[in-house]
C-alpha cells in the first residue's frame, strides 16, 4: 500500500547524477520524503521532526560512494541513525531482576496491547532460559474473565499463578503475590495489570498503589505495534506517572511498519526489551534495533535473516551440504535436511518477509499455501525412505513408492511430487553452483549454501 | 443515560482534540494570514490525528483553495476542517440495523477484527443495546482460541441476559457458528451475534479460517451473515488501511465499529478509511461497560476532533 523510502529517495533523487558530496538541497529534497516514510509508518509526528534535524545534520557533506546512487546513501545514512536512536547498550536491555528475590516484574499498558499473552511468554523464558522459578498474578479485575485466562495461560505452559481470590482488589491481589512469592520461594513474581486508559486518573492512581505495594524492579509497557500518533501520549503519561523500565512491543508478526517503537523509545527513554511476534507463549524475541529500523523504513530485514538462518542452521551441516552441492551431488537426505531448515525458520512465509522487496511474492507464497504441515508430510515421505533409496531416488519403483506412502501416510502422488521436486531442486542447485563459480551470485553469509540464495526452490513458488 | 453517552463521547473527544486545538490557536492568535508556513503547520496537527500524510495534505490543501494568502481566525479553520471531514465522513454513519425485518430471524451478525481490538466487549454492548429495543439475543462464542474467551462472552451472556452458545476451548468455530444458527433459528431469535478469535490480517490460515465459518453459515441460509463487523481499536495508526484492506478483500465486510475512543487516540484513520472503502461506521466505543456503546455522528466526531462545540 505504501511506498518503501528507498522507491520513494530513488524517485526523488533520480535526477541527482552529481557525485561527490551531499549537498544541503538534495538532503532537503529527500528528508521530505523521510518524513512522510516515518509519518506513514506512524512515527510520531514531534519524534519525526526530531529525528529530520538529527539526520540533516549527519547528512549533509556526506560523501556519496562510488558504488550506490546518492538515494542509497541517504537511506544507510538513515538506517544507521534509526538504529542508533532505537538501541540501547547491551546490559539495558536485559530485564532487571537482580537483588534479593522475589523480584516482582509489573505488566503495564493499554487495553487490548497484549499484556496477558506477554506475561505468559516472559514467565515462559524466564522458566526455560533463565531457570527461574515464577508466579503469575493477575491483577485484571475490571475485564470480564481476564484472572481465569492467566490461569489456563499457566497451566499451558506450566508457570505457577496466583489463586484467585473473588472481590480482591488490585492493590491486595500484589501484596498477597508479593507473599506468596517470598514463602514459596519464587525468583520472580509477574503482576499482569488491568488494561487503563492513560487518561483515566482512578485507574493511573490504582498502578501507582500497586507499585508501591509491590516495589517491582521492572515495569514493562506493553504497547502493540499498530499504534498510531498516540503512542507519545501513553509514553508519556506512564512514565510520568509510575515511570518505566522497559518497553515490549507487540503483533510484531503483523504488517504494520511499526513507528510507534521509535515513539516509544524517544518518550520514555526506556529500551524496548523484547517483541512479540505472534500467539503462541514462545512467539517472543529479543528486541534488535536493526531489524526494527529496516523494518519502519520498509526495507525488509536481511541481517535477521542472515541471523536467523545462522542460528538455526549447524554450521557443519551446512558445510556438508555445500561441498556436496560443489560437486554437484543433491540427494533426498540433503532435500529433507533442507524442509526441516526451512520449518525451523518459520516455514516459507517466515523466511520470506525478513526479505527486502518481496511483498508481492509474498502474497503468492500465501496462494501456494506453503505451510508447515506440508514440509512436515515432505519430510515424513523422505524419512519413510530406507538409507539406499534416499541416496538413489532412481531404484523407487511403483511398489517402493506405494510401501513409502504407506509409511508416512500420504499417497504415492505425493510421494511422486517429492521425487519431482527433489529432481528440480537439484537441477536448480547445479545451476547455481555453476553460477556461484562464476561469481555471480552472492551467497548470504551463515546459510553455507543450505538454500539456493535469492531464489525459491522450484516447485514452492507457484500454485499447487 | 442517553446524555451520560453523549457527554462520554464529548469528554472523551474533548480530551483527545484539546491538543489539535491548542495546536490550531497556537498557530492562529488572532487572525493571521494563510501562508505556506501556517499550512504545514495545519497538516502537522491534522497527522498527529492519525489522518495520516496523504489525507491531511489533501484537507489542508482543499483550505488552500479557498482561503490561501487570505486573513482568517483559528476558529474559521476549525469550521473549514470540520465541515470538509462531515462531509467525507457523512455517508458513512450508519447504524447498524438488526432484529427488524421479520424474514432474517435470526439476523446473524459475524464480528471480526485483530486481537484485543474490542470485538467481545462490543458484542456485549451490541447485546445490550438490542435487548433494550426488546429483541432476543443470542451470542456464539466463536472465540475458542484465546484463553477464558469463552468465559468472558458468558459473563456478557449473564450481564445482558442473552444465551450464550459455546463449545469447549479449541472447538472448530465454523461448527459451531453453524450450531448457533440452528438453535437461534428454532428458538426464534431476533439477532445472532457470533464472535471470533482476534487474528492478524496477514496471517492466511487464520484468514481461511474465518472464511470458512460465514461459508458454513451460507450453507444453511445463503443470505448469512447479514452483517460482518469488523472492530477497529481507536489507537491504530496507518495500518488500519491494511487490516481493512485484507478483511474486506476475505470476508467482505460490511460495516466498522471503533472502539476506545474514550482515551487520547483521534482514530483520524477513519477519514482516510471512509475515502478509500467508503464502508458504513455503526458505532463507537467510549468505556468498558455495557452503555458505552454511541451511534456514529459524521458531524459530532468532526467537530469533536476540531474542539468545536
Ligand atoms: N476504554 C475502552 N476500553 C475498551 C473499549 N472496548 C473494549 N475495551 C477493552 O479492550 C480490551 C480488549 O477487549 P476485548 O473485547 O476482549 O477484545 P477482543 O480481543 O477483540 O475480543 C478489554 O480490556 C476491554 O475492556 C472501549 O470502547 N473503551
Ligand atoms: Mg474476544
Known sequence: ?464 | MALRWFQRLKQGLAKTSSRLTDGVQGIFTGRRRLDEEALEDLEDLLITADLGPATAAKLTAELARTRFEKEVSGEEVREAFAASITDILAPTAKPLEAGNDPTKRPHVVLVVGVNGSGKTTTIGKLAHQLRGQGKSVMLCAGDTFRAAAIEQLRIWGERVGAPVVARDSGADAAGLAFDAYKQAREAGTDVLLIDTAGRLHNKKDLMDELSKIVRVLRKLDETTPHDIVMVLDATVGQNALQQVQVFRELVSITGLVVTKLDGTAKAGVLIALAETFGLPVHAVGVGETAEDLRPFKAEDYARGLMGLE
Open chain 1, 1 to 464: 500500500m505504501f511506498e518503501t523510502l528507498s522507491d520513494r529517495l530513488g524517485k526523488a533523487l533520480e535526477g541527482l547524477t552529481s557525485r561527490g558530496a551531499l549537498k544541503e538541497s538534495d538532503v532537503e529534497a529527500a528528508m521530505r520524503d523521510v518524513r512522510v516514510a516515518l509519518l506513514e509508518a506512524d512515527v510520531a509526528l514531534p519524534v519525526v521532526k526530531d529525528f529530520i534535524g538529527r539526520v540533516k545534520k549527519e547528512a549533509v557533506g556526506e560523501k556519496v560512494l562510488k558504488s550506490v546512487t546518492p538515494g542509497q546513501q541517504v537511506v544507510k545514512i538513515v538506517h544507521d541513525e534509526l538504529v542508533a536512536m532505537l538501541g540501547a547498550e547491551e546490559e539495558e536491555q536485559k530485564l532487571r531482576l537482580l537483588g534479593e528475590p522475589p523480584q516482582a516484574l509489573m505488566m503495564v499498558g493499554l487495553q487490548g496491547s497484549g499484556k496477558t499473552t506477554s506475561t505468559a511468554k516472559l514467565a515462559r523464558r524466564l522458566k526455560e532460559k533463565d531457570r527461574k522459578k515464577v508466579l503469575m498474578a493477575s491483577l485484571d479485575v475490571n475485564r470480564p474473565a481476564a484472572q481465569e485466562q492467566l490461569k489456563v495461560l499457566g497451566e499451558q505452559i506450566d508457570v505457577a499463578t496466583l489463586p484467585i481470590v473473588k472481590g480482591q482488589g488490585p492493590v491486595d491481589i500484589a501484596k498477597r503475590a508479593m507473599q506468596a512469592g517470598r514463602l514459596s520461594g519464587y525468583d520472580v513474581v509477574i503482576l499482569d495489570t488491568a488494561g487503563r486508559l492513560h487518561v483515566d486518573e482512578a485507574l493511573m492512581d490504582e498502578v501507582a498503589a500497586v507499585k508501591a505495594a509491590a516495589n517491582p524492579s521492572e515495569i514493562m509497557l506493553v504497547v502493540d505495534a499498530m499504534t498510531g500518533q498516540d503512542a507519545v501520549n501513553v509514553a508519556e503519561s506512564f512514565t510520568k506517572r509510575i515511570g518505566l523500565t522497559g518497553v515490549l512491543l507487540t503483533r510484531v508478526d503483523g504488517d504494520a511498519r511499526g513507528g510507534a517503537a521509535l515513539s516509544m523509545r524517544q518518550v520514555t527513554g526506556c529500551p524496548i526489551k523484547f517483541l512479540g511476534t505472534g500467539e503462541k507463549s514462545e512467539a517472543l524475541e529479543v528486541f534488535r534495533a536493526d531489524s526494527i529500523a529496516s523494518r519502519i523504513l520498509g526495507m525488509g530485514d536481511i541481517v535477521s535473516l542472515v541471523e536467523k538462518a545462522s542460528e538455526t542452521i549447524e554450521q557443519e551441516e551446512a558445510e556438508r551440504i555445500a561441498k556436496r552441492m560443489q560437486k554437484g551431488q543433491f540427494d533426498l537426505d540433503d532435500m529433507r535436511k533442507q524442509l526441516e531448515q526451512m520449518r525451523k525458520m518459520g516455514g516459507m512465509e517466515g523466511l520470506m518477509g525478513m526479505l527486502p522487496g518481496i511483498g508481492k511474492m509474498k502474497k503468492q507464497l500465501a496462494a501456494a499455501n506453503i505451510d508447515e504441515k506440508m514440509l512436515k508430510r515432505q519430510e515424513a515421505i523422505i524419512q519413510s525412505m530406507t538409507p539406499k533409496e534416499r541416496g538413489n531416488p532412481k531404484m523407487l519403483h511403483a511398489s517402493r513408492k506405494l510401501r513409502i506412502a504407506a509409511g508416512s501416510g500420504t499417497s504415492v502422488q505425493e510421494v511422486n511430487k517429492v521425487l519431482k521436486q527433489h529432481q528440480q531442486m537439484a537441477k536448480m542447485m547445479k545451476q547455481f553452483t555453476k553460477m556461484g563459480k562464476k561469481g555471480g551470485m552472492p551467497t548470504l553469509p551463515g546459510m553455507g549454501g543450505g538454500m539456493p540464495p535469492g531464489g525459491l526452490p522450484p516447485g514452492f513458488g507457484g500454485p499447487r
